[in-house]
């Protein structure tokens, strides 16, 4: 695997950006980290994290305002891309090619050159414009992945909860960090047992 890009925005959900840093860079692979300043400012009300952490878990970091950075073109050899969380905002920039800062440049780059892209698009409820530019991204190629809870593995804690949600999108680059108990492999037992708890 030559690396994915992952694009923070200013959706509330930052951790789960944090997180996929971090599962990407425990398991080896390449990360190329953009962070928008609407991200930053959720980052620090949303998380104990700062920025200058976040940049040092990534194998490199980018100017969001530099759009001549590698990750524009697509000469730059990625596997893909995933904007974890991704705002309104930023999906419709990348809907409608509106490339006027590096994230959105990136995605539109990673569709061009026909690599996955992941968009865990983080709004609730949805209104008939938000459900168009999700349809005209998924027609594009893209993946939308909302940051959806599930509870068939019994989380325990919210670190549960968000360790899914990445391994979900983990799982759509045939990557598997191990973060979350899949379905079948729940027994009786553990059920039991986490029920008791």
Known sequence: MSGIIIGIT????????????EALSAMG??????????AARNLALETDYTVDQLKSMASAFYDVNDVGEAIASGSFKVDGMVVMPCSIKTLSGIANSFNYNLLIRAADVTLKERRRLVLAVRETPLHEGHLELMTKVTRMGAVIMPPVPAFYHMPRTIDDLIDQTVGKMLDLFSLDGHLFRRWGS?????VAEARAK
């Open 10 to 21: 200013g959706a509330t959900g930052v951790i789960y950006g944090v997180r996929a840093v």
């Open 186 to 190: 729940v027994d009786d037992a553990m």
């Open 29 to 38: 692979v390449e990360t190329h980290l953009v962070v928008t300043s609407s």
